[in-house]
């Protein structure tokens, strides 16, 4: 069993600063680490891999940096990472990075699975699993949030959406793209951590990916879409009261409550 993990090297969103006046994310504010929902991509590899056997390839595309994060993925029960490092690669919106990670697959030839997660948490778009999918012309299944078995010919899984909840079979090769909620990433240890950071991460340039990629395609050239602005909403200022004593407190709510309509 062949298996691609997509995987993105993300600010930590949770202490990521926002310039307002320039409307950009000041990503050197924040550490880099895996974008949180392809470690449940990771997490599922990992898991088939355990019962059918086979070898895992984590797949990246960005700065020079972002091979720590494939370091991690290596120490997370990858095999090999290839990192897609080219200033020609910059700048691109979410198709262009389809087609280059699409081509990126096409070289590495041989798989029956590509996993990714169902977002990242800095573009939120949710576009490149599915684009990846359509590009490579195979089937796609999206919010994958559980594994139901895992065959020599296909995988079933549970796909849950806003209006209902859906078991799909699917023959080899399929794209998934799985939800938080499909397992619960394990850490990697201090053994696999040391062995990874000895691992080769591969870099392809755009040379590298020479017959599958039209470089018209690729990065801010092939992109038709581009982030204009990002706007950060100020909070509103919050008036509060403090009240020690509960009736007076209740009372004082059961009033304001009635001024506005509410009850």
Known sequence: MNIIVLVKQVPDIERVKFDVETGRIDRSSAPA???PFDLNA???AVQIK???GGFITALSMGPMQAVSSLRDAIARGVDDAILLEDRRFAGADTLATSHT?????RKIGSYDIVLCGEKTVDGDTGQVGAEVAELLEI???????RIVNVSEKSITV???TEDASYTLESSYPVLISVTRDVNKPRLPTLKSKMKAMKSEVKIWRAEDLAGFLELDKAGYAGSPTWVQKVVVQKEKTRQGRVYRNVEDGLGELIRLLESKGLI
């Open 33 to 35: 680490e895996i974008n």
């Open 101 to 105: 990670l699409a081509a990126a697959v």
């Open 50 to 52: 355990e019962k059918m």
């Open 42 to 44: 990771i997490e599922a």
């Open 139 to 145: 089937p796609h299944v999206y919010y994958a949030s």
């Open 158 to 160: 549970v796909s849950e």
